[in-house]
């Protein structure tokens, strides 16, 4: 027994010999981590807090001795920390205070003679390695962190660390107690039980069917881990009470008192969260006799439970009844047309003045639009004087022999800019030329600048525009089997219906924000319009649209859709052969150019909407 009390005097007090703490570093590690490296020359033991106010990281070496050139090491400035303070605290502690730009969370492990504490880059940039002595710098570590006793843990106040009990029913792999270093060999469990009370200083009370043996060879591990391998290894269990008095008894006794514990109920108001899903996001962390209630009417939930299982719902309503941010979405949908149309017409038209009348080109003289003829009308045999009427586009005067010509005479321009007529006299002829020429260009620019905010995860829609009714028209299939004549000929009937098809401006998006505040968005942009159709088909829509996800930045612009068409049709009709001619192949043809090109883009821009949370 006395061999035990010695060993454990040992361990707390770290050996004879205090090693000597010669080396601080910090140093960037991979996967955007800052480390900051104390080297010893000897093994020591440790503990750590961290303090929010300012937010500062406290290491204290026990069974160690400072050896470093100067106490303060000021203007570090680099991988968030400020500047680093040591001390010799007591004989045998030395306190190591890392005063950092914020708070975070970290993981201390112990590697060789060094103990490595690591968090996240609080500057976010990459930075040179620091160390105390004049040296070098030491490059970064190319492999990633790999914690070897511990893992990352949440800010925590010292005053409430030292308060918390390391036996919560919920798992926690993550303990920053003080380490022991102890043999029990087929030790009583009752003299376990006081070694681990005299090292922590606290109050344990063990149950009357705890009895045993214990053998465990427990090596620099946090005491309240090493007594927890411990008891389990004998099946037994502890729970450490309000006052502080760590109980330890049979799991199955605690779960038995456990019953009789009179149940507490406390009402939580919820600000932002569904009341129904904050009251399922509760009932697992309630024991069997928990029970939670959503009161829609007050926002509220009603939980009663044991007073342990309390403090657990209080502290999860306080994580998760959150203001939800919001995120404002501006978007731009640029659609233009444009349109180069150029067309050349030569027409010729040749007559005589025997008054030919082929009045395609350039009409003649006018004539009597009736016309005398004898003819045998009632073919009895005798020949008849009678009217007949000729149509003026077509009458043709058959006053002796004549010659007429016409090249291009429908192929023309529609609607010429510029028309030019020239008239030549050649002997009893005249010859016409027709010179038609157009060019247009059309434009269309087209923006639509919609702006809609939504909150986060969240579905929106807006839509600007109009619902165009479309007539339905089915002309049925034929009556059921077995009908009447009459009703069988009445299903038959086509019958109309009445569809509306929405055209407009129309954005519709789903934004979510990253922890880094990098924003998600779902989104679909859309720019219709309805033409009426030629013939009796009745609309034409006319869309543009662009439906994706994309990862953009708080403020930043993306490019989601761009699209240009274009169109060239060129055409030319004439009179064969001539047309062909070099030179003078133009004056024999009419030409047209219709070049139309169409460019459309979309962007969207997202913005994050921090607004301040009211205090609660």
Do not use: C
């Amino acid at each position: 027994m006395m061999l035990h009390a010695l060993l454990f005097l040992w361990a707390a007090a770290g050996g004879d010999d205090p090693a000597n703490v010669t080396e601080l570093r910090v140093e960037p590690a991979a996967a955007g981590y800052t480390e900051v490296v104390v080297r010893t020359s000897g093994e020591v033991s440790y503990s750590d807090f961290l303090l929010t106010d300012p937010p500062r990281l406290i290491v204290d070496l026990r069974g160690a001795r400072h050896a470093l050139p100067k106490d303060n090491f000021e203007n570090i400035n680099r991988g968030g920390v400020i500047r680093v303070r040591t001390s010799q605290f007591r004989d045998d502690v030395v306190r190591i205070v890392v005063e950092l730009t914020e708070p975070t969370s970290y993981t201390l492990t112990r590697q060789g003679s060094e103990i490595r504490v690591a968090f996240p880059n609080l500057a976010g940039v990459t930075f040179d390695s620091w160390a105390s002595q004049a040296a070098a710098p030491v490059p970064a570590r190319p492999e990633p962190l790999q914690p070897m006793t511990s893992t990352a843990r949440p800010v925590q106040n010292p005053a409430s660390q030292q308060q918390e009990s390391p036996f919560q029913t919920r798992p926690s792999p993550v303990s920053q107690m003080p380490r022991i270093t102890v043999t029990f060999e087929n030790t009583d469990i009752r003299d376990v039980l006081n070694n681990f009370a005299d090292f922590t200083g606290k109050s344990f009370v063990p149950g009357a069917g705890v009895e045993g043996n214990v053998t465990a060879n427990i090596r620099n591990q946090p005491w309240d881990l090493a007594l927890r391998a411990i008891l389990e290894a004998h099946g037994l269990t502890a729970v450490e009470t309000a006052t502080g008095i760590i109980r330890v008894d049979r799991l199955e006794n605690l779960q038995q008192r456990q019953q009789l514990i009179q149940l507490e109920t406390q009402i939580f108001k919820v600000n932002y969260a569904p009341v129904a899903e904050m009251a399922n996001a509760l009932q697992p962390a309630l024991s069997e006799r928990g029970q939670v209630i959503a009161n829609a009417a007050t926002n509220s939930i009603i939980v009663t439970d044991l007073a342990q299982n309390i403090d657990i719902a209080r502290q999860m309503v306080r994580d998760l009844d959150i203001r939800t941010p919001q995120v404002t979405i501006s978007a731009k949908i640029i659609f233009v047309d444009r349109s180069d149309i150029e067309e050349l017409g030569v027409a010729w038209d040749l007559k005589d003045t025997g008054g030919n009348q082929l009045n395609l080109l350039n009409p003649g003289p006018d004539l009597d639009p009736r016309e005398w003829e004898i003819v045998d009308a009632d073919f009895d045999g005798v020949p008849e004087t009678v009217v007949k009427p000729l149509s003026p586009e077509n009458q043709v005067s058959f006053g002796g022999s004549s010659v007429a010509a016409l090249a291009n005479a429908r192929d023309r321009v529609g609607t010429p800019a510029l028309s030019l007529l020239t008239s030549v006299a050649i002997g009893d002829f005249r010859l016409f030329n027709f010179l038609e020429v157009l060019e247009r260009m059309e434009l269309s620019d087209i923006v639509a600048a919609p702006t809609i905010q939504t909150m986060d995860n969240t579905e929106a829609e807006i839509l600007v525009g109009e619902r165009t009714p479309v007539r339905v028209v089915d002309v049925g299939a034929g009556g059921a089997t077995g009908i009447g004549a009459q009703q069988q000929q009445q299903a038959q009937f086509p019958q109309a219906t009445v569809d509306y098809q929405e055209t407009g401006i129309k954005l519709r998006v789903t934004p979510h924000i990253t922890f880094d505040r990098q924003i998600v968005i779902d989104l679909h942009a859309e720019r219709s319009g309805v033409a009426v159709a030629p013939g009796d088909i009745g609309f034409t829509f006319r869309t543009q649209e662009g439906t994706t996800r994309l990862i953009l930045a708080d403020g930043e612009t993306g490019v989601i859709g761009g699209l240009t068409v274009t169109e060239v049709t060129k055409s030319e009709s004439g009179i064969p052969l001539l047309m062909d001619l070099p030179l003078v192949g133009p004056l024999f043809r009419t030409s047209r150019s219709d070049e139309s090109k169409q460019d459309l883009l979309i962007l969207v821009t997202p913005h994050i909407v921090d607004e301040p949370v009211a205090a609660r």
